[in-house]
């Protein structure tokens, strides 16, 4: 059993981890900008040194799961402040602790990073290519990698950087600035219009499917390793697709089906390689995005008593 520190951890990815880890016997606490009724749950800002501080050295994590984060693209046009002061400012603070406490981390990137790219998104085309990143978010999330990177020669530090895929599932609460499923299903099922981006390929990757994955890096932890984490290379589907799907499962009307052309400022098509998190992590997919959004739904309905 390990000592673990979920940051982020009463958000989306970040409850569902917490969830997996507990399960597996592991001594888990979260933190987190709101406060929570568990009571191994600190409300403490990753922005703030001194709160993180006082939390690190109250306990002794051998693994630091760092999710916190403002997170996606409009949201950091909106809030910029806060996307860089907690992606950037927040992710040093986590470093130099990590220089004192010296726990291992994962490190929480995104696949946003690839940018522009149109080819097989493999986790070496970073270290061979010039991207351009194609947002704040984006941006934000590579300069934490390559934090992450200087202090481990520097210092010393031991980090593992992940780059999730179009994570989807329950605890996802709907918001403008989520992705685009929890976005479709709230909308259908409040009988609310939405824009569907026509010319868009994705790969969608069930939260317990990508939280198993998470949790196996504590038992094969390679320093310095990045990993793609998302489904089945062979699971993506267009935007539309994964409309009518939605559609299908919410019994919602076709008529609130915005359908506009490509959306700007975002890749068109993400071809994304995981086999090295097959290779390291075990990493496998079972819930394809048929099940997936079915369940999401229904957890759904019970979120906001539809």
Same mark, same amino acid.
């Given at each position: 059993m390990s000592m673990v520190l979920v940051t982020g951890g009463r958000g989306f990815i970040g409850t569902n981890l917490t969830n997996e880890l507990?399960?597996?016997?592991?001594?888990?606490?979260?933190?987190?900008?709101?406060?929570?009724?568990?009571?191994?749950?600190?409300? !403490?800002?990753?922005?703030?040194?001194?709160?993180?501080? !006082? @939390? &690190?050295?109250?306990?002794?994590?051998?693994?630091?799961?760092? &999710?916190a984060a403002e997170y996606g693209r409009? $949201?950091?046009?909106?809030?910029?402040? $806060? &996307?860089?002061?907690? $992606? =950037?400012i927040g992710t040093k603070h986590m470093l130099r602790l990590q220089q004192q406490h010296r726990f291992k981390m994962v490190f929480f990137s995104s696949a946003e990073v690839y940018g522009d790219y149109d080819g097989l998104m493999s986790e070496d085309v970073m270290d061979r290519l010039p991207i351009k990143q194609m947002n704040d978010y984006a941006i934000s999330k590579w300069a934490g990698e390559l934090q992450c990177l200087n202090h481990a020669e520097m210092f010393g530090t031991e980090t593992v950087r992940v780059r999730p895929v179009g994570c989807y599932g329950p605890h996802e609460y709907y918001s403008t600035y989520r992705g685009v499923i929890p976005i479709f299903v709230y909308r259908s099922l409040t009988g609310q219009p939405f824009t569907v981006h026509a010319g868009h390929r994705r790969i969608f990757d069930y939260v317990e499917d990508t939280c198993r994955t998470f949790a196996n890096i504590m038992d094969n932890f390679l320093a310095g390793e990045v990993y793609n984490v998302g489904s089945q290379e062979d699971w993506d589907i267009t935007i539309e697709e994964l409309a009518e799907? =939605? @559609?299908?499962?919410?019994?919602a009307s076709r008529d609130l089906v915005d359908l506009k052309g490509e959306e700007g400022f975002t890749t068109r098509v993400k071809i994304v390689d995981f086999s090295k998190a097959r290779r390291d992590l075990s990493h496998k997919a079972k819930i394809d995005i048929h099940e997936g959004v079915r369940t999401y739904v229904e957890w759904v309905r019970r979120a906001y008593d539809l």
């Open positions: 507990r399960s597996r016997g592991h001594d888990v606490w979260t933190c987190d900008i709101v406060q929570g009724e568990d009571p191994q749950h600190v409300k !403490a800002d990753c922005g703030s040194y001194q709160q993180m501080d !006082a @939390l &690190l050295r109250k306990h002794t994590f051998d693994f630091v799961y760092h &999710l409009w $949201n950091g046009e909106d809030h910029y402040e $806060n &996307l860089w002061h907690t $992606n =950037v799907i =939605v @559609l299908e499962e919410t019994g």
